[in-house]
């Protein structure tokens, strides 16, 4: 199989859904290629207590609001995979899947993109395959001599699993002190963090976050100084159950640990701590490994971007992977905002 198409986006969660809602505004002609077996993204595979950081109506994708869910100030993973589904289906988004992208050539006047499923050449390119799919934890001494299990955020579901054992949860952002909440009870729970944990006000949720995101890029843009951003406000946003096992003295961190034992783990200053598991909510990095062909990576593995457009192919746009790709694009209520402006740019570079 082989399509021509103005616009291939790649990835159907989030911010591939954005994507082709300004896309189909823009008048063109576009493909989403999702590899995921049904619609929701990531939101599919969370652990079974998250919650959005905001309210429904300020966790909207372009064009539609997100409804309420009931009984909930701030709505459950499954609400939002249920909204992004009902999103594409009412914008009929063109999504194939499951399509697994494998890697994009350069080919004269298009992109070629190369997929498990055929082959599509396009005009331009957006990436919207985000960090889920590549989950990072840092290289600590040790990790191969622990004979306990050792699982990522991706692969935590619920405290069932641990009730009773000991756990030892790395991480001092927000995933790490929302499942260091939710073993806090069940399970005899050692939290580490790299530095003190910073918690934003308890008042502040996504919209804050947000609003912080769009005015440190416009002071970025202006020339102006960098106000730091979200990252001035802290790394935790105390969400209901973080905040509840807080204030009942019950998430208390310890400093990060130099290297892993056979049965647990140890400090310099020969402090240790026994553990039946070790999760580790040291975050993410950008799943960009299809497209290695273009050639275009720089530092910390980031693509050199221009806001969303890449500036070494101008016919590629990168969107969703974090403030590098536009303020706040990785969240719901962010990805708007870059998703039209790439439309926008590919609509100019294609006429």
């Not at 055929?118 to 004979?147: C, D, H, M, N």
């Not at 440190?216 to 960098?226: C, F, I, K, N, P």
């Not at 497209?291 to 969703?320: C, D, F, K, M, N």
């Amino acid at each position: 199989m082989q399509e021509t198409v103005d616009v291939v986006v790649i990835g159907g969660g989030q911010a591939g859904l954005a994507a082709g809602y300004h896309l189909r505004r823009a008048g063109l002609d576009f493909v989403v290629l999702d590899g995921q077996d049904s619609p929701g993204g990531a939101w599919q595979h969370t652990w079974d207590s998250l919650h959005l950081f905001s309210p429904a109506a300020y966790s909207s994708l372009p064009g539609r609001l997100m409804p309420p869910q009931p009984g909930e100030t701030y709505p459950d993973a499954a609400h939002v995979v249920g909204y992004l589904t009902d999103y594409e289906q009412r914008y009929d988004l063109p999504v194939h899947r499951p399509v697994r992208v494998e890697a994009v050539h350069r080919d004269g006047p298009f992109l070629r993109v190369e997929a498990d499923a055929g082959t599509w050449r396009a005009r331009a390119v957006i990436s919207a395959t985000g960090t889920w799919a590549r989950p990072f934890v840092p290289a600590v001494a040790g990790r191969t001599e622990f004979r306990g299990a050792q699982l990522h955020t991706v692969e935590y579901q619920r405290p069932a699993d641990f009730a009773g054992q000991k756990v030892i949860v790395v991480g001092g952002g927000n995933s790490g002190a929302q499942i260091a909440a939710d073993l806090a009870h069940g399970s005899d729970l050692t939290w580490v963090t790299l530095r003190e944990p910073r918690y934003l006000a308890d008042d502040i949720d996504g919209r804050a976050l947000f609003d912080a995101a769009t005015a440190r890029r416009r002071a970025l843009d202006e020339g102006r100084a960098d106000t730091g951003g979200v990252a001035s406000l802290g790394d935790i946003v105390a969400v209901p159950p973080v905040r509840a096992v807080r204030d009942a003295g019950l998430l208390k961190a310890q400093p990060m640990f130099t290297r892993l034992t056979p049965t647990g783990v140890a400090w310099a200053d020969g402090m240790t701590a026994e553990a039946d598991a070790i999760i580790w909510c040291t975050g993410f990095r950008p799943a960009l490994a299809h497209l290695a062909p273009l050639g275009l990576r720089g530092p910390q593995g980031h693509i050199p971007t221009a806001g969303t457009q890449a500036l070494g192919e101008p016919r590629l746009h990168l969107l969703g992977y974090g403030d590098w790709t536009g303020p706040a694009s990785a969240t719901l209520i962010g990805v708007g905002r870059p998703a039209r402006d790439a439309a926008r740019a590919i609509a100019d570079l294609l006429r």
